[in-house]
T-cell receptor, first 112, second 111 residues
Framework: DAKTTQPPSMDCAEGRAANLPCNHSTISGNEYVYWYRQIHSQGPQYIIHGLKNNETNEMASLIITEDRKSSTLILPHATLRDTAVYYC?????????????FGAGTRLAVHP | DAGITQSPRHKVTETGTPVTLRCHQTENHRYMYWYRQDPGHGLRLIHYSYGVKDTDKGEVSDGYSVSRSKTEDFLLTLESATSSQTSVYFCAIMGSSNEQYFGPGTRLTVT
């Protein structure tokens, strides 16, 4: 699985958009970008994933650059409950042994 | 939340005793996983299952065994608990797009 690089921490004001970047310059053609988050003392939570097209769901939007070497997770209207560690993971979307490798992630603090 | 529950949610036990943690899912997912999470190590895979009675080791399987006699239940057993197994344990299932959904976790303390 390709390695990812994320900033260690970010701040965001409540109600504003939070834009979390991720670099994955060694991504290969069959690898997807997955985003998870972990709110303190809870289990990790799946947010969204994509291959090359931008994706949106009820939680967030995922913007992947045309060369696929980086992506941005967008929380359009951050709330205090979005304070968490966000993880960007790149992996092939094929069945079987699917160990997730979580890096250090980005610690997002949403403040009033 | 993919219908995943874990029990117990908290447990304190003594060194040398056996401990069994249970993961239960209600949506008939084939793949199930056990991870542990420790400060400075992130999530590490202990064992996983790809069907009833089909299990395999992850990266930190020593001292742990698993069983899956029914689709909905995946049990993790610490055969003889040690202080190094004090951790938070998460169960997960795999969804239709290879995403994983996690349970709420079990906080285990071995004294």
């Amino acid at each position: 699985d390709a390695k990812t690089t994320q900033p260690p921490s970010m701040d965001c004001a409540e109600g504003r958009a939070a834009n979390l970047p991720c670099n994955h310059s060694t991504i290969s053609g069959n690898e997807y970008v997955y985003w998870y988050r972990q709110i303190h003392s809870q289990g990790p939570q799946y947010i969204i994933h994509g291959l090359k097209n931008n994706e949106t769901n009820e939680m967030a939007s995922l913007i992947i650059t045309e060369d696929r070497k980086s992506s941005t997770l967008i929380l359009p209207h951050a709330t205090l409950r979005d304070t968490a560690v966000y993880y960007c993971i790149v992996r092939a979307s094929s069945g079987g042994y699917n160990k997730l490798i979580f890096g250090a992630g980005t610690r997002l603090a949403v403040h009033p | 939340d993919a219908g995943i529950t874990q029990s117990p949610r908290h447990k304190v036990t003594e060194t040398g005793t056996p401990v069994t943690l249970r993961c239960h899912q209600t949506e008939n997912h084939r793949y199930m996983y056990w991870y542990r999470q420790d400060p400075g190590h992130g999530l590490r895979l202990i064992h996983y299952s790809y069907g009833v009675k089909d299990t395999d080791k992850g990266e930190v399987s020593d001292g742990y065994s698993v069983s899956r006699s029914k689709t909905e239940d995946f049990l993790l057993t610490l055969e003889s608990a040690t202080s190094s197994q004090t951790s938070v344990y998460f169960c997960a299932i795999m969804g239709s797009s290879n995403e994983q959904y996690f349970g709420p976790g079990t906080r285990l303390t071995v004294t």
